[in-house]
């Protein structure tokens, strides 16, 4: 009678497990698919969009090169007629535009910026030394007003805060314009006391006011970051300057785009005069930024904002 019951008893016991096991079983590979479907999706979005990155920046690279400048949102492009419309990622976010770091971005599948799967692209990757020259001020015999003008591929700050004029100097090297190292120090003797500013109409630019015992003009040099990179000019985004494929020749000549940032300096023939020029003192534009002033028959680009 007892072995007749266990028969039974074991015999609903498989009736109850077998379907139980089949649908254990069938979960597992149900959820294993589940997962492994969602993380070929995420690859396949993350894929989409790095390729929509990189045609996204490229268009970015185009209105900077049409238009020499960089664009401050999408409408500038729209309205240049590059795009037609804002753009979306994979999960229909809008990508951003980090004008500063000369970077398209997306949040990724997380939708949070700054964290690990941000994605983003470059339309200008490395803060590189693009164009130097000495304005002479329009006065060749008087160095007083002459300023060395160095254009960055992107937006330049620095690396830490009450910068000299001899800690940018430091980042940089003079070599002739066949190759031959020169002493920058020697070349061009600037101090603790020394005027610099960056150009607040692009931001690219930055502009050292030349000690008048400077020897700049005695022959052709040429000027590059030192490898490996700058320790302080840098990107806004945080990236070093690092050095050009070949070092920038110095071009000379007036061009006189800062004429009254000189002469609020307290520089030139005029120095005495109009003291209270637009836009005020720029005495302490080290670590700011100033606009070159904007005067009866200069050029359009030339206005003055002064530096805090």
């Known amino acids: 009678m007892a072995d007749k019951v266990k028969k039974v008893f074991w015999e609903k016991l498989k009736k109850f497990l077998v379907p139980a096991s089949f649908a254990f079983v069938i979960g597992i590979l149900l959820f294993v698919s589940l997962r492994i479907y969602s993380g070929l999706k995420i690859t396949a979005q993350i894929d989409r969009c790095n390729s929509e990155l990189k045609s996204i920046a490229k268009k970015v690279l185009t209105f900077v090169q049409t238009q020499g400048e960089d664009p401050e949102s999408w409408q500038d492009l729209i309205k240049a007629g590059i795009l037609s419309e804002i753009p979306y990622d994979p999960w229909g976010r809008a990508y951003e535009l980090l004008v500063d770091a000369c970077k398209v971005v997306s949040a990724g599948p997380n939708g949070k910026f700054g964290d690990g799967d941000d994605i983003g692209e470059y339309w200008i990757k490395d803060l590189v030394l693009m164009q130097a020259y000495l304005d002479d001020g329009g006065t060749y015999n008087d160095r007083s007003d002459d300023l060395l003008v160095l254009v960055f591929s992107k937006k330049v700050g620095f690396s830490k805060d009450n910068v000299t004029a001899d800690d940018i100097l430091q980042d940089f090297k003079l070599v002739t314009k066949y190759g031959q190292p020169l002493d920058i120090a020697q070349y061009i003797p600037v101090d603790s006391q020394t005027e610099f500013f960056i150009d607040a109409?692009?931001?690219?630019t930055l502009v050292i006011h030349l000690p008048?015992?400077?020897?700049?003009?005695?022959?052709?040099?040429?000027?590059?970051?030192?490898?490996?990179?700058?320790n302080v000019i840098m990107a806004r985004d945080g990236v070093p300057a690092v050095p050009s494929g070949t070092p920038i020749e110095i071009e000379s000549g007036t061009y006189n785009k800062y004429a009254n940032v000189m002469k609020?300096?307290?520089?030139?023939?005029?120095s005495g005069e109009d003291s209270d020029t637009e836009g005020g003192e720029v005495l302490n534009c080290k670590s700011g930024t100033v606009k070159a002033a904007d005067e009866?028959?200069?050029?359009?680009?030339?206005?003055?904002?002064?530096?805090?």
């Open 201 to 204: 109409d692009d931001e690219k």
């Open 212 to 230: 008048p015992n400077h020897q700049l003009d005695v022959f052709k040099y040429a000027i590059n970051i030192k490898a490996p990179h700058a």
């Open 296 to 308: 009866e028959n200069s050029s359009e680009e030339n206005g003055l904002e002064g530096a805090e």
């Open 264 to 270: 609020n300096l307290g520089v030139g023939e005029e």
